[in-house]
């Protein structure tokens, strides 16, 4: 099995099936298995990915709120997530009736959105052949969680210029229309731009890419490299925009084309 296939071990403990918490009229529900002990380490789901979408909007945002806060809460009482932790979402693009949009402020928790294409003829032979062989899921570990967060750790130490800081919050500002940093495209194709947590999300991704690159300091490329996994699912576009078909990706394509004729 290649690198790029493996898994990250990770163990995630002191949570006990907590499955859900469920809003209702004026009385919040925690769904529990109670047969465990809340301390046994066993984790089984916050909120899965086939309930998330047709959930209410007050039951979705508590799924998304609670691990990302970094802890459970049941009866007042805070049961707490070891790190290291993420929280992954997905999103079926043809599925969407009968499903709650999720709310910005939610969106723009999370850090990345990747597109994932239709797989190629190679690619959809090789899971085929994998399924044929064997229907367990096997993955090999390459790294644990303490390594993971010395890793995290080293990250941060990645220098970044004030040049570079200066371009990341000009091209995050750039999507704002009513920003000073704005141009003709954000004015016509965006409804509404990026926030702060944007620019947060790119300075530190950023440094990671640097380290992976083997290098020990942050570049223009980098933050260009970027801007659209960062900045897609953060930009909503106008109508004028999806008039035209045009996709959060090629906006934010010209953005950065932008900013680097002004940073010439």
Do not use: W
């Amino acid at each position: 099995m290649s690198d790029e296939k493996k898994a990250v071990c990770l163990k995630l403990e002191n949570v006990s099936k907590v499955f859900a918490k469920v809003e209702s009229d004026d009385v919040t529900h925690a769904l529990l298995d109670v047969s465990a002990s809340m301390t046994s380490g066993e984790f089984v789901s916050i909120v899965g990915p086939s309930g998330c979408g047709k959930s209410t909007i007050l039951r979705l945002v508590a799924g998304l709120i609670t691990p990302t806060l970094g802890r459970v809460t049941v009866d007042g009482k805070d049961y707490h997530m070891e790190e290291p932790f993420f929280v992954l979402a997905t999103q079926n693009p043809i599925e969407q009736e009968g499903t709650y949009a999720l709310p910005e402020a939610q969106v723009d928790r999370f850090m990345f959105k990747l597109l994932m294409r239709y797989p190629t003829v190679e690619e959809m032979k090789q899971i085929v052949l994998m399924t044929q062989k064997t229907m367990d899921e096997v993955a090999d570990g390459v790294v644990d969680g303490e390594t993971l967060l010395r890793m995290r750790e080293t990250a941060k130490e990645i220098p970044v210029t004030d040049d570079i800081i200066n371009y990341t919050m000009r091209l995050v500002s750039s999507t704002q229309p009513s920003s000073p940093e704005a141009g003709e495209t954000a004015a016509r194709m965006i409804r509404l731009g990026a926030s702060p947590r944007a620019a947060q999300a790119l300075i530190t991704c950023a440094k990671v890419r640097a380290m992976v690159s083997g290098r020990f300091n942050v570049s223009h490329e980098d933050i260009d490299a970027l801007a659209c996994p960062v900045l897609r699912h953060r930009v909503k576009l106008s109508y004028e925009a999806m008039a035209e078909r045009v996709t959060p990706d090629e906006v934010i394509a010209r953005l950065v084309d932008d900013m680097k004729k002004k940073r010439r």
